[in-house]
């Protein structure tokens, strides 16, 4: 089989276009999103939205509401309690994340082992790409341009945000209102996401493209172009190898992406460890 024919050949299956296409189009919502998260030090924030959806899309199954919507109302749920708790109580970030991600996610799970289903709800942990319908790739595109315009057209203000907020609100602009703008996005962006790779795995997509291209590039525009690009190229591939290994493709989609970033850990020009051992031994010869 020539290469043309093994791109080819999957894409005579309708369902396998429609989880090209959502993930395609997760993988850049991220990707984008990953770019700010990695800067501002949001890794853990990330996943516990990620995480404290879970409850909400069970509740949306047992009354007939989509997923969505639950894991909307969730996200935003989670996003306010770790702020009410961090900012009413000496505990600090990283502990309330800790608290109210791990109590919802537990929530979830034990609404799982109660709920009759006739439908197998352990796809909400990791991912059901390949029972994606038509409703749910309308949602995902929805959602995903929405996220991304919100994005593109904020970015200036969120960049700026992310690198001084003292800075950001010298010059006028609220660090208060851009936390909760980039804190919705990350609540829609893990909707969006959660069709291709499920609860799990969703952080790693709304990590790895960022911190891959923080290796690779020192300018944040470049940023915002290398890690939707790594994204992608990580959902095409994954789905691909998917489906001729017939393995799970969400594993997959992020065990390429931190192949990926394993690569630019190594060879990165200026980051990259074999790239700065070499440029550290040439400098200890010549001096």
């Known amino acids: 089989m020539n290469p ?14 429609r989880a090209l296409m959502v993930t395609t189009v997760a993988a850049i919502v991220t990707g984008v999103l990953s770019c700010w998260l990695v800067l501002i030090g949001w890794s853990l924030m990330g996943d516990a939205v990620s995480h404290a959806v879970l409850p909400g899309v069970v509740l949306a199954y047992v009354i007939g509401a989509p997923f969505a919507v639950g894991a909307l109302v969730f996200a935003v749920a989670a996003v306010a309690a770790i702020g009410i708790v961090r900012t009413t109580s000496r505990v600090k970030e990283d502990a309330a994340i800790g608290v109210v991600f791990t109590t919802l996610f537990a929530l979830g799970l034990v609404l799982i082992s109660v709920t009759p289903s006739q439908t197998d709800l352990s796809h909400i942990l990791f ?25 593109m057209v904020k970015r200036r203000d969120l960049t700026l945000f992310a690198f001084d907020p003292a800075h950001a609100q010298a010059i006028g602009l609220s660090p208060r209102r851009l936390s909760a703008l980039l804190l919705g996005a990350l609540a829609v962006t893990v909707v969006v996401a959660l069709q291709a790779v499920g609860v799990i795995l969703v952080v790693a997509m709304l990590i790895i493209p960022g ?43 992020v065990l390429t992406m931190g192949a990926l970033f394993l690569l630019a850990y190594l060879f990165a020009p200026r980051q990259g460890v074999i790239g700065r051992a070499l440029a550290h031994r040439r400098s200890a010869a010549a001096g």
């Open 4 to 17: 043309v024919d093994w791109l080819l050949e999957p894409l005579q299956y309708d369902f396998i276009v």
């Open 127 to 151: 991912g059901n790409l390949l029972g994606v319908g038509m409703a749910d790739l309308v949602q995902v595109l929805g959602l995903g341009a929405l996220t991304l315009a919100v994005l």
């Open 211 to 253: 911190a891959t291209a923080y290796l690779l590039t020192d300018r944040f525009g470049r940023m915002l172009l290398i890690a939707p690009a790594v994204a992608a190229f990580s959902a095409v591939t994954g789905i691909l190898l998917s489906y001729y290994l017939d393995a799970s493709s969400g594993g997959l989609v």
